[in-house]
């Protein structure tokens, strides 16, 4: 379950970077993004304390970082058209490899 609530984790904190930029790009609605970004925040937050009841603390960091570092690129290229090319997508291929690489290795 613990694995679980750090997936959890991990794309909450999509969530705050998301309400951020949604946030930049809508001034009428600025406040209600900011509050998003927040909430998410407090969810991902309180999602990885869960996690790190069981699993390590570095374990859990590198993964819930990588799932939001990652995930965060992705929402990058496809809602807001930022640029792909072969060496940002061999960077997240490589974050993603030691998220994969540190959830092997606690198991």
Same mark, same amino acid.
């Given at each position: !379950?613990?694995?679980?609530? $750090?997936?959890?984790?991990?794309?909450?904190?999509?969530?705050? @970077?998301?309400?951020? =930029? $949604?946030?930049?790009?809508?001034? =009428?609605?600025?406040?209600?993004?900011?509050?998003?970004?927040?909430?998410? !925040?407090?969810? %991902?937050?309180?999602?990885?304390?869960?996690? =790190?009841?069981?699993? @390590? !603390?570095?374990?859990?960091?590198?993964?819930?970082? +990588?799932?939001?570092?990652? +995930?965060?690129?992705?929402?990058?290229?496809?809602?807001? %058209?930022?640029?792909?090319?072969?060496?940002?997508?061999?960077?997240?291929?490589?974050?993603?490899?030691?998220?994969?690489?540190?959830?092997?290795?606690?198991?």
């Amino acid at each position: !379950m613990s694995w679980i609530y $750090l997936l959890g984790a991990g794309l909450f904190e999509i969530g705050w @970077p998301l309400g951020f =930029q $949604l946030a930049n790009q809508s001034p =009428q609605h600025k406040i209600l993004w900011i509050l998003f970004s927040g909430g998410s !925040m407090i969810a %991902s937050g309180f999602l990885l304390f869960t996690a =790190q009841k069981v699993i @390590p !603390m570095g374990t859990a960091y590198a993964v819930w970082t +990588g799932i939001g570092a990652a +995930g965060a690129f992705i929402v990058g290229v496809l809602v807001f %058209s930022e640029p792909l090319n072969i060496a940002r997508f061999i960077g997240v291929l490589l974050i993603v490899g030691g998220v994969v690489t540190l959830k092997v290795a606690s198991s």
